[in-house]
């Protein structure tokens, strides 16, 4: 049986782990968490909706009903052309045929990031958001902030969609205090016109929301750093902030800067259709590690993520019985969401041919919340997956 090692057990790590196991490999997935961790319904952390349990199925439990080993280690780096990873404590690990590399992104670091929290970093963050909510909400008033940056390297390494949630989902919990009137509740993002990437009718649809709930806007303008007390613009304005969200755009992962591994300017790992890392015919790459081909609004996104995790055990299997339909991930981008508002969702999709985006009022929570019991119970082998997810 071929051996074949996945780097990071997050949602493209898992897939390509369950989906090798049926293709009967021996598998096995290093990770420095010993759970995935469901960034999409993290979005109700900050409100308490969900606890960090909630959001989060131990790798063990995947492992045992699907049969793969887990080590929990940190990969510190990667000699690609000798086929040796290198653990913390493990040490030099080469016990491999074909490797997959799953670890996800590492974020930018803006000036005075320590001030803020990201729903889309470490899971502790999201805790914390909901720390500083209740505290806020103790006190009776406040100012909230929450924006997102850009990366002029990697157009594809924005992650907009849960500034837009945290923010809507906020609005809610606060109006369900009945303490709205008393926050002042400000988005921000450099750019002009943020969320484009989900077409033009998604951007007037959040412009309308925003003004029928009474949140402020600051956009265009180039984030020089943050206080513990706000946000500076390059124009010289302060945004006063009690708690600032931000989420920083995305870039390649340290670790990956050494390894040999062909890398996009942005520090991604080049790939081809396949997820093939071009000039190393054993080594894979999948989910928002790679770095992604296609149209100028494309995104990182957990259902890309899935498709080229189960597109790489299809890859692999195909290549050992010497055959030659291989699976492209490519024809697959898109932007597919349910961007949930506390109380509704939009559903946004995006492809080469078409842009809609439905507001779904009430109905659209529960059915994102629907999503999350889904992805649990699906990748325990509980309920039959969906074709195509
Ligand atoms: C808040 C939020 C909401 C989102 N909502 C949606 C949505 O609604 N729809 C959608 O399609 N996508 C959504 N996304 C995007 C989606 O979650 C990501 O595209 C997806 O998680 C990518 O999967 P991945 O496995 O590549 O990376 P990750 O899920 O980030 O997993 C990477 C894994 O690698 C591990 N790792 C990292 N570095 C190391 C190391 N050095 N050593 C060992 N292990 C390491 C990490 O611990 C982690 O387990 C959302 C993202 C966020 C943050």
């Excluded at 997935?29 to 969900?50: A, F």
């Excluded at 009718?201 to 956009?219: C, N, P």
């Excluded at 494309?298 to 189960?310: D, S, T």
């Amino acid at each position: 049986m071929k051996k074949v090692t996945v780097l990071g057990g997050g949602i493209a790590g898992v897939e390509a782990a369950i989906h090798l196991r049926k293709k009967n490999f021996e598998v096995t997935v290093i990770s420095n968490r010993d759970y995935v961790y469901i960034y999409p319904i993290s979005i109700w952390v900050p409100t308490g909706e969900k606890t960090l349990q909630d959001v989060s199925v131990p790798l063990a439990k995947l492992a045992g009903k699907h049969g793969f080993r887990v080590i929990v280690d940190e990969v510190v780096s990667i000699r690609a052309a000798e086929g040796t990873v290198v653990l913390k404590t493990w040490g030099d690990y080469r016990e491999f045929d074909y490797l997959v590399v799953a670890l996800g992104a590492s974020k930018l670091k803006p000036q005075g990031a320590a001030h803020t929290l990201s729903i889309c970093g470490e899971p502790g963050e999201a805790a914390m958001l909901h720390e500083r909510l209740e505290t806020l909400v103790q006190r009776g008033q406040g100012q909230i902030a929450i924006g997102f940056g850009g990366n002029p390297q990697d157009q594809s390494a924005v992650r907009g969609g849960p500034a837009f949630e945290v923010m809507f989902n906020i609005d809610h919990f606060l109006r369900r205090r009945r303490l709205r009137q008393s926050f002042d509740l400000t988005f921000f993002a450099p750019m002009e016109s943020p969320g484009a990437r989900m077409g033009t009718k998604a951007v007037k649809k959040m412009g309308q929301m925003f003004e029928t709930l009474g949140i402020s806007t600051r956009f265009g303008r180039k984030i020089v750093r943050f206080e513990p007390d706000g946000v500076v613009f390059e124009d010289g304005s302060v945004l006063a902030s009690d708690l600032t969200m931000f989420i920083p755009a995305g870039a390649g992962q340290k670790v990956l800067r050494d390894s040999g591994l062909p890398l996009s300017t942005a520090g991604f790992i080049e790939i081809d259709d396949y997820c093939q890392v071009p000039g190393f015919d054993h080594i894979y790459a999948i989910g928002d590690s790679a770095a992604m081909r296609g149209p100028e609004w494309k995104a990182k996104q957990g259902h890309l993520a899935e498709v080229m995790a189960r597109n790489v055990a299809h890859n692999i299997a195909v290549r050992e019985s010497g055959g030659q339909n291989f699976l492209g991930y490519e024809e697959h981008v898109g932007i597919l969401c349910v961007m949930d508002s506390g109380n509704g969702a939009a559903y946004v999709e995006r492809d080469a041919r078409h842009e809609k985006m439905i507001l779904m009022p009430f109905f659209g929570h529960w059915l994102k919340k629907s999503w999350g019991v889904y992805y649990k119970l699906s990748k325990m082998d509980k309920i039959p997956r969906l074709p195509g997810m």
